[in-house]
Structure formats: structure tokens, C-alpha cells
């Protein structure tokens, strides 16, 4: 079990029908450019009641772009939030809006590992002025086809798995089919001569004649570089990120607070460590998760539910999870 990993929530504090006083039969706006609405508008019209629009003409780029011409200002909660403001100029009828920021990078739990973390930002302008009306998910994966980028040719392959790569197209085929093209887009960038940034980047390529096509063209004197296209239109498995990070923002507000019955009661973290069955020390695993409300900020500790439970009634870890039994 990982530091942020999401338990199912108690069964007594879930009930969908508690959204219909805040959410139903209004019309939430969500802000992509990228297709999202695809998956995100079923998830939140059927989990909230609400009924969703799309903005139009609204340049999320600009708040920084995947491959590299616009950089993120602050981070994915700050730039989800300023987004959500431009929107707001933008729509100012709106009053559900909803925005959304991808990251990409080493795991923090496994740095070896590439992570995909989906952060999801409602602001309900409708209780603006009491600053009640914000919930955000965060919903963390390791299934991503993200790496940062593969230069061709190169003498010697960024990703240690591909040692001999980076020269023939058909290495380069391998590597993006291993990526998930063409199903999974790819940008292609031809970097300037100097060495100094790009002369053009090809993005959302799914077409294995134009990607030769453009190795072909550009690889005996230009060096090209290659990564996956993280935009969701363009990444099937990044959609699926997105889908269960909503599924997971419709579950956490379905949970009212038991302080001020406000939606948005949430796992934020787990703590404490479940002694060991053997031994009696604390191990590795938690022993309880921590609930705290979006709203008044009430924390409640629910106990984690264990099957090995000692003589004194209390919840114990297996000794293969204990440093002491198990070093
Ligand atoms: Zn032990
Ligand atoms: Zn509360």
C-alpha cells in the first residue's frame, strides 16, 4: 500500500442522492481542448446529475503545452485554477466549471518508474463568496506510455532498455510502437541546425506513411526528436486516467462531511502503522486513513479494515510486512 493510495470509501458515509441539492440539473462547463468531454461528460452527468458544456475556442495551451513551446507557470493545482478563472471571464453565466491538468514524470514512490498524476479542479462560483464551492482529485498511475523524448539519431539511447536504438527507421518503429502508436499519437520535432530549439514540430502523428515519410525526409541531416503525445485526444491510455480520476471526484463528493454535511469528504492520506502480528512492533503497513472535508476541514481517522486481528481485538499486520521479523 502506498502513501497515496485511495481506499474505498466507508459504505455508511455513501450516498449518491446527497449531490442533488448542490449539483442537480445544472450545467457544468468543462474546459478542454483535447477531447476530454469524451469521457469526462457521461462520468459527471450520470454521477452528479448535472448536464455538461464545452468550452469553444478556449485556448488551454496557453497555460502551457506537453511539448515543450509554452511552459507551466505554477503547478497543476495553481494552473488548474488560474484556468478556471480565464474561463469564468471568458463565461461569466457559468457557474459549475470544471478544468484539468495532466503531469508526467519519475513516480514518487518508484523514481524508475514513469507516473502519470491526473489532477481534476470543480469551482462552483455559486457559493464563490464563501469560498465553499472547490474540490479537486487527484488521481495517481503508473500505467502511461510517457517518456520524455528519444533524439535520432543519437550515439546512444536515452532509455537503458533500448541500447542499440535511435538509428534505422525500423528502430524507430519498435520504439513507437512500444509507445502505443499509431493508436497512441507521436510528435515528431526537427531540431533546428544550430542545435538551438526546433524548426517544426509535428504533433499528434498516427499515421505510420507520414511518420517515414517524415524520417525519411528530415533524418540524414537533421537530428529529430521523438516522444509520445500526452494530449488526451491523442492518448487513449491518458483518457483512462482522466475517466477514473472523474469517477473518483463524483465518489469523494458523494461523501458529505459528518461536521457540515458540505460534499467532499476525502482520504487524504494514511497513517500510523499496524503492529505485527508476531512481534508487536509497528511494521510498513497503516493502521488508519485520514478523512478531512474540502470545505470546514474536519478530519476524522477511520481504522483500516484487516482480516488478522489479534487476542485484544486489535487489527495486526502480517510479520513478512514487519522490519523486525522481515528484514
Ligand atoms: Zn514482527
Ligand atoms: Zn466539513
Sequence with gaps: MTPDEKLPPPEDLLCQDVLRPFFHGRRLLIATQHGKEQVLLPILERGLGVRCDVTTGFDTDAFGTFSG????????????????????QHYPEATLILTSEGSFGPSPQMPWAAADTELLYLWDSQWDRQNQGVWT????????????????????????????W????????????????PSHGVILGIKHVSGEGFSKIYKGIQDPVQLKQLFVQYSPDHQIRLSPDMRA?????????????????????????????WPGFQQI??????PCEACGLPTRLPASALWQCQHCQFQKKQPIQTKLINEENQATAN???????NP
Design 166 to 181: 535511435c538509428s534505422s527507421w525500423e528502430s524507430l518503429l519498435e520504439m513507437t510502437t512500444a509507445w502505443g502508436f
Design 319 to 325: 510479520p513478512r510486512d514487519c522490519e523486525f521479523c
Design 233 to 261: 485526444c491523442f492518448n487513449p491510455t491518458r483518457m483512462r486516467a482522466i475517466a477514473a480520476c472523474a469517477e473518483q471526484l463524483v465518489t469523494q463528493l458523494s461523501i458529505l462531511c459528518p461536521e457540515c454535511a
Design 69 to 88: 513551446e509554452r511552459h507551466r507557470s505554477g503547478d497543476a493545482l495553481e494552473t488548474a485554477r488560474l484556468k478556471a478563472e480565464a474561463v469564468k
Design 137 to 164: 482529485a487527484v488521481f495517481h498511475t503508473l500505467e502511461t506510455n510517457y517518456v520524455s523524448f528519444v533524439d535520432y539519431p543519437s550515439p546512444e539511447c536515452p532509455l537503458p532498455e533500448y541500447p542499440s
Design 269 to 274: 492520506k494514511l497513517i500510523d502503522a499496524l
